[in-house]
């Protein structure tokens, strides 16, 4: 019943690669097959060897088409589970309960030794262990409240993970603790979401979460055209940063705001900006608010900027913009401004939202906002470098017939060529996947624009 290929690009052929060309997907793959290469090659191909002579099977060979396989089978399929600290690390576990054992008399040694069977501890269990713990000379009772943390791991769910992705999802999964409902502790099942009774032969669809086509191609190998929950990453490259004036006093005030040097853009995040596109019941909070203070004589001069609530571009990327654009005189600025924070004989060190007033007072939006017009050009410019505008995705996929391979194609598809561009399924996907980030990038670059011209004007 599982699938032998799949749709992310780690399997996609040559010439599929090549329409994720200008996209953070292409980069990505190429790493990620590299590392799986490494991977097979240094740790799994011999332990894979040894398991099949040991399995009694020394005739079978193994290639790294096969490890692939299995990576795609888990990551395609996997979901995010919610299971207690002591079933997804047993051995600590045990390590923890000789240290109790250690620590505690004879008289508690026999009161708790029948807890410790070596199986999964459940939510009866962790009750009665904290019962015990009141002997102030057991040093577990740290380690116990450790076990009875919930802790969320990747793994397969066998049934449940055979559950397609939809915006309007039929079922949730939930997990019953207790096992009130399943009768098994821990174990999941699958709950309607509908206010009816579902159909017959419908199929039952669960929820992925809030993901953009970036990660649903790279992990499940689909998209979703015009998907709501679509994102643009920019991020400034650090390598650049040693070629900038002035690199090192920037990066150590980088480090001291904590300063981001990328940010993800959720498409919803234009509903709250200078151009929305149309009222939304999910609209994104507004992430850029400073931290500013007024305690220092140089403090509170800027004015607070009145279109703050229309940026929708996060303050802490906005802070590393503004920390790499300074210039020398600002840099000089900030430098004053720090040292009367630090004192004469620099009693103390200042913090980073002190560090971001300076950063602010001295330079304003405007370059800040100048760097970011210059990335989303750039990463525009990347876009279009191998495939065009905007405009030449829509008319393919506007002409598009979508074929699993060519052998699948039937004489009345052969007929509808004339009128229409053969294309697999990948090639497809990535395509629309490439139209939304240019769209994204598009409108986007709009805001950055229209933020830098208020800046400015504000400025003179």
């Keep these: 019943m599982l699938p ?4 992310n690009p780690l399997w996609f052929m040559d010439d599929e690669l090549l329409e994720l060309r200008g996209t953070a997907l292409y980069r990505a793959t190429e790493l990620r097959k590299k590392d799986l290469l490494t ?11 040894k398991l099949l002579v040991l399995d009694g099977d020394s005739e079978s060979d193994v290639c790294f088409e096969d490890f692939l396989w299995a990576n795609s089978i888990f990551w395609s399929r996997a979901l995010n589970l919610p299971l207690p600290h002591s079933y997804v690390f047993p051995q600590i576990q045990e390590d923890q309960e000789k240290e109790i054992s250690c620590s505690v008399d004879k008289s508690s040694e026999v009161s708790t030794s029948n807890i410790y069977s070596g199986s999964p501890i459940n939510e009866n269990d962790g009750k009665r262990f904290e019962a015990h713990g009141n002997d102030t000379r057991m040093t577990g009772v740290t380690s116990t409240s450790r076990q009875g943390e919930t802790v969320w791991v990747e793994g397969l769910l066998p049934g449940i993970d055979f559950c397609n992705h939809d915006l309007k999802a039929v079922a949730t999964w939930e997990v019953d603790g207790t096992g009130s409902i399943t009768e098994v502790p821990l174990s999941m099942y699958l709950i309607s979401a509908l206010q009816s009774p579902s159909l017959v032969e419908k199929e039952i669809s669960i929820s992925y979460g ?7 191609l790279y992990l499940y190998g689909f998209v979703i055209d015009n998907n709501p929950d679509d994102y643009l990453m920019i991020h400034y490259p650090g390598e650049a940063l040693q070629n900038i ?9 980088l ?8 940010c993800l853009l959720p498409k919803n995040l234009l509903d709250s900006g200078f151009f929305p596109a149309g009222s939304s019941n999910n609209k994104a909070k507004n992430t850029c608010e400073a931290d500013i203070i007024c305690n220092f004589s140089w403090s509170g001069h800027r004015r607070t900027p009145y279109y703050l609530n229309k940026l929708v571009f996060p303050e802490d990327f906005m802070t590393a913009l503004r920390t790499i654009a300074m210039q020398e005189d600002e840099v000089s600025k900030v430098s004053s401004m720090l040292e009367e924070l630090v004192g004469s004989e620099g009693e103390r060190q200042p913090s980073g939202t002190e560090i971001r007033t300076a950063v602010w007072e001295a330079c304003g939006d405007s370059g800040a906002l100048q760097l970011l017009v210059d990335l989303l050009q750039k990463k525009m410019m990347d876009l279009e470098a191998s495939s065009g505008t ?15 391979s060519p052998e699948q194609q039937t004489s009345a598809e052969t007929n509808d060529i004339a009128q229409h561009k053969l294309m697999s399924r990948n090639r497809w996907s990535s395509i629309v996947y490439r139209r939304g980030q240019k769209q994204l990038t598009r409108l986007f670059l709009k805001e950055a624009e229209h933020a830098l011209q208020l800046s400015l004007s504000e400025g003179h």
Excluded at 39 to 49: F, P, S
Excluded at 245 to 253: M, P, T, V, Y
Excluded at 255 to 262: I, L, S, T
């Design 255 to 262: 480090v001291a705001q904590n300063a981001a040097m990328r």
């Design 390 to 404: 905007e405009d030449c995705d829509a008319a393919l996929l506007e002409n598009a017939l979508i074929i699993g």
């Design 4 to 7: 032998t290929t799949f749709g």
């Design 210 to 216: 809030n993901k953009g086509n970036e990660e649903l």
């Design 39 to 49: 991977v097979y090659e240094d740790k799994v191909k011999d332990l894979v060897k």
């Design 245 to 253: 004036s002035f690199s090192d006093f920037k990066g150590q005030l």
